[in-house]
């Protein structure tokens, strides 16, 4: 559905674009409306790890009709869906080192969109290099949590260890606390101090940085 004055909201985007963001499917675009739509005519640069088609690309750039949008994939076929303000990588998320190495050379990110691989491991260690890369005050998503849960998580623990869902709940737990609370996980502690705020939602986990 449109909004009043015409514009469309990104859900109707993402339904024109069929990504499965969308109401269609996981229904992440709503939540991600209210959040992003105060910077919706900002020249937002957008980073998102996960091509596939490329429909998603293609929505967050009319979304944001000032904005540059970035993906990045291990595919070398997602290059294909490079295009007006649309600039594609190739990049393995597996590989943290060269993945905090590429999003560095880039120009800093307003919003970072983790729909890449969805395996624990992957998911912990991009939010672990690519959070201290974002702007200040910027948002950072992390899809598709239910990957740690029930049927999912035989497909998606890798080589198993401490479930995405369990981490982001343990981040969350340190910016409640602040100081007040002893962290013996120090790379966890210095994360949380970028943190101002984190929101859980259908599937997703959703953190701002602070701005100073």
């Known amino acids: 559905m449109d909004q009043d004055d015409g514009v469309p909201t990104l859900d109707a985007l993402g339904l024109l674009h069929d990504t499965d963001k969308s109401s269609r499917a996981h229904n992440y675009l709503t939540l991600y409306d ?3 739509a105060p910077l919706r005519q900002d020249p937002v640069r957008l980073l998102e790890i996960g091509v596939l088609g490329g429909a998603s ?4 750039r009319d979304y944001f009709p000032q904005g540059h949008i970035v993906g990045l994939d291990r595919d070398r ?3 294909a869906h490079a295009g007006e303000r649309i600039e594609v990588h190739q990049a393995d998320q597996s590989d943290a080192p060269a993945l905090a ?3 560095g050379a880039l120009e800093p990110f307003d919003v970072m969109i983790d729909d890449g691989s969805h395996i624990w491991s992957h998911q912990i260690e991009t939010l672990r290099v690519l959070l201290p890369l974002l702007k200040p005050g910027g948002i ?3 899809e598709d949590l239910h990957t740690s849960y029930g049927p999912w998580a035989p497909k998606y623990a890798g080589a198993g260890g401490e479930t ?3 981490y982001c709940q343990r981040l969350a737990e340190q910016v409640l606390a602040s100081a007040e609370r002893e962290q013996p996980d120090r790379a966890l502690a210095r994360l949380a101090r970028l943190v101002q705020s984190v929101t859980f939602g259908r599937r997703v986990a959703i953190f701002r ?4």
């Open 101 to 103: 190495a590429l999003v």
């Open 57 to 60: 690309l293609r929505m967050w």
């Open 34 to 36: 209210q959040v992003l």
């Open 77 to 79: 076929a997602a290059l």
């Open 164 to 166: 995405a869902a369990s």
């Open 209 to 212: 940085r602070r701005r100073v």
């Open 140 to 142: 950072y998503i992390l």
